[in-house]
């Protein structure tokens, strides 16, 4: 059992919605800060012992000040950014720790579930085709390991490779 806590937490500012989408599936426990100004999203940050993700400047230099951790991404895709996270993540010394695939629309916990007990609530062909089914232990919402699962495993590569860190 992994032991829960320790994996790295982030709070994405409004600007990367699908970018925390992201992190959640690749178990990294990601807030999404959808409204609220710079205060609502350090005091987040602080309480609940995540880092800031933005590409606002100003939020970065309050929420340094503040001693408050944040990381500045560049790049106009996903993949740019969590390039970019990386890199601001082995800058500040930090080493970016996974835990199990997360719900990517809220961010709770996922449980594995056979097909009898989620068959109708997704698509009839894909019931057919897969055995094994995720639920969302908050939300409700199903995944299996479909064309959408895919894609994010091949961006998945790219940050375990990064963020596995040095033994
Ligand atoms: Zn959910």
Known sequence: MPSRGRETRFVADAMFGSLARKLRAFGLDTAY?????????????????????????????????????????????????ILSLLASA??????????????????????????????????????????LFYVCVSCGKVYWRGSHWKKLSALERAFGKRSSGRR
Request: charged residues 30%; contains cysteine.
């Open 90 to 131: 082995k800058v500040s010394g930090v080493r970016v720790i996974r835990g199990g695939r997360l719900c990517s629309l809220c961010g709770a916990r996922l449980v594995t579930s056979e097909r009898r007990l989620v068959e109708r609530l997704v698509p009839a062909p894909v019931a057919r085709r897969h055995r």
């Open 33 to 81: 800060h959808r409204e609220g100004g710079d205060e609502g999203i350090m005091f987040t940050a602080r309480r609940e012992g995540r880092i800031i993700l933005t590409a606002d400047r100003a939020l970065h230099a309050r929420a340094e000040a503040a001693g408050v951790p944040s990381f500045i991404l560049t790049g106009r895709t996903d993949r740019g950014r």
